[in-house]
């Protein structure tokens, strides 16, 4: 039943670009695009509590193997290889940092956004001496916003499939208390390896599938770090820990950063900055579960009074 | 048949030696006490029978095969289960889910419909019957022991830790928490309990090994040494001998 819900939303939503304007459509790739970063940053992170600030780093180096490799290869065929670096780094980057915990590993993750960057920059100068770069795809804003769909799709169906899963309730253990997980025979590192390493891929295919609406890509543009920031908002407030409710953190806070960003400009950061901290500290798992065990509380009460 | 082999296993923390040269044996389907002062090296040695601390020197060997420098998830896979001193419940999780977590991941893992039964099993060989629905948080401190007992279980172990899971019982609940011990070793599960309840370990230990700062100072059957006067003055004190 709610999977044909589910596929009736999802054909519902096919349709869209056939009657919506430009700037609707725009919108709505920016909160499928932001939809699906923040759904797989909630599959690591929401049951690990490991907040990761490397998600523009894999969004990046997507958006830039597509720059770099669309001349050369077939897209599907750099989508792939986009999907491969995303995996490569991933395995890498987890390797070296899941054993990190709390702080440590939030600083890691952001540090390593700006080492990416930095790598990136200097392969471009250096390397193949341009910085900028050109996105000549035939892909219209309709093809990103069905591909971004079908990604939204894909990643919502792992996610729900994980949750079932043994892999998600070894997940769950590890995030509440490492020593019992592995003293009930979970492989720790082999099971954040994988999930990390799941989640990043996607990351990596949302900036691949992005790449073309900027026509004009510099590390500057695609590894912007407020994106990390946001996504790890939007999960937040959603709920890291339901199917659903990153995706429902992403629409409001991405409509209300456009909106923000086209008004008060010089004021941006400093409103995601507050944001961030009030969230990340006061709200950490989501306005949604926070409303719910208000309402408990309030509604137990009444039965006492 | 020796289950359980320790020889000259040792840990140091920097300076401080927590357990010295530690050596002996389990047989298959023994309970066995680990008594001695606070402090004395007893969670210590748990922790490395249980793979959670790397030992620093000496061997530790399950049914013949060396098992020291294996860590907790492997030595878990052949056969160790363990309680903790202060209860580790996953607190996020169901107290079925808290079983389950440990079903899912056996070395023969029971997934799905099976493990719902399984569960319902345990969660009453325990005393918590019907309770699986529960979030694990929201559980008393002695029901967070059965559950934790329950989760060891799950595993099927063949040698189960119990670090002091009688402590903090009232006379009610330790009748029945000793009566639960006592089934389990009916079934063969080889126990080392390490216990201050001394009714607890008179019931349910065929013998004891004693430690004191990190050595062992007695071994032999439970009556003798609990007489043994080296054994009263390293537990209550010199006024006591
Ligand atoms: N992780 C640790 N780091 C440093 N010292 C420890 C650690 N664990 C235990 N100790 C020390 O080792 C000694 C033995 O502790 P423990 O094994 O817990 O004793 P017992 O369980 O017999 O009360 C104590 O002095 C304790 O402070
Ligand atoms: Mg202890």
């Known amino acids: ?52 600030l490397a998600t523009v780093a894999f969004f ?33 980057v987890g390797l070296a940092t899941l054993r990190l915990a709390g702080i440590y590993f939030v600083i890691f993750t952001f540090g390593l956004t700006e080492l990416v960057r930095q790598l990136v920059t200097y392969y471009e100068v250096n390397v193949t001496r341009t910085l900028g770069r050109y996105v000549f795809l035939p892909l219209g804003p309709e093809h990103i916003y069905w591909q971004l769909l079908a990604l939204l799709a894909a990643t919502l169906a792992i996610a729900f499939w994980v949750r079932q899963s043994r892999i998600g309730l070894a997940l769950r253990v590890i995030g509440d208390d490492p020593v019992v997980a592995s003293h009930l025979g ?57 199917l659903f409710g990153p995706l429902l953190g992403a629409i409001p806070l991405f409509l209300l950063f456009e909106w923000l960003s086209a008004n008060f400009p010089n004021h941006y950061s400093i409103i995601l900055g507050l944001l961030f901290i009030a969230i990340v500290f006061v709200l950490p798992n989501g306005v949604l579960a926070a409303g719910e065990s208000l309402w408990a509380r309030m509604t137990r009460k009444e039965a006492r009074a | 048949m020796t289950l359980l082999s320790l020889k000259g296993v040792t840990k140091r923390f920097g300076g401080l030696t927590a357990v010295n040269g530690l050596s002996f044996d389990l047989r298959e389907g023994e309970t066995v006490g680990l008594l001695g002062p606070n402090g004395s090296g007893k969670t210590t040695a748990l922790n490395m029978i249980s793979g959670y601390l790397p030992v620093s020197e000496g061997t530790i060997a399950l049914g013949g095969d060396t098992i020291s420098g294996l860590g907790p998830e492997r030595i878990a896979h052949r056969g160790v289960a363990r309680t903790f001193q202060l209860v580790r419940a996953l607190p996020s999780l169901s107290v079925g889910e808290n079983v389950l977590a440990a079903l899912a991941f056996r070395r023969e893992p029971v997934w799905g419909k099976a493990a719902e039964s399984r569960i319902n099993d345990l969660l009453s060989d325990v005393g918590l019957a019907g309770r699986a629905g529960q979030p694990a948080d929201s559980l008393t401190y002695i029901d967070l022991k059965r559950m934790e007992l329950a989760r060891a279980l799950a595993s099927e172990p063949s040698l189960l830790l119990l670090d002091e899971w009688l402590a903090g019982l009232n006379p009610t609940e330790l009748r029945a928490g000793i009566d639960l011990i006592t089934s389990l070793r009916d079934r063969g599960i080889t126990i080392l309990l390490v216990e201050h309840v001394m009714d607890a370990v008179r019931a349910l230990c065929s013998r004891c090994i004693v430690m004191n700062a990190g050595g062992k100072i007695a071994e032999g059957p439970t009556a003798d040494v609990l007489a043994d006067g080296e054994v009263i003055r390293a537990y209550l004190g010199e006024e006591h001998a």
């Open chain 1, 1 to 52: 039943m709610k999977l044909v819900l589910a596929l009736i939303a999802l054909a519902a939503l096919a349709f869209m670009p056939s009657f919506a304007g430009p700037y609707p459509l725009g919108l709505m790739i920016g909160i499928l695009g932001y939809g699906v970063l923040a759904t797989a940053w909630a599959m690591f992170s929401g049951p690990t509590r490991y907040i990761s």
């Open chain 1, 186 to 242: 979970i492989r720790i590192t082999r099971t954040k390896l994988t999930l990390f390493s799941i989640s990043c891929v996607i990351m990596t295919l949302a900036g691949a599938i992005q790449a073309p609406r900027w026509t004009y890509i510099e590390p500057s543009i695609v590894f912007n770090p407020t994106t990390s920031f946001l996504v790890v908002i939007m999960a937040l407030l959603g709920g890291p820990n339901r």
């Open chain 1, 60 to 92: 990046g180096l997507g958006a830039y193997t597509v720059a770099v490799l669309s001349e050369t290869l077939p897209y599907p065929v750099v989508l792939l290889v986009a999907a491969l670096i995303g995996l490569v780094v991933a395995l890498i």
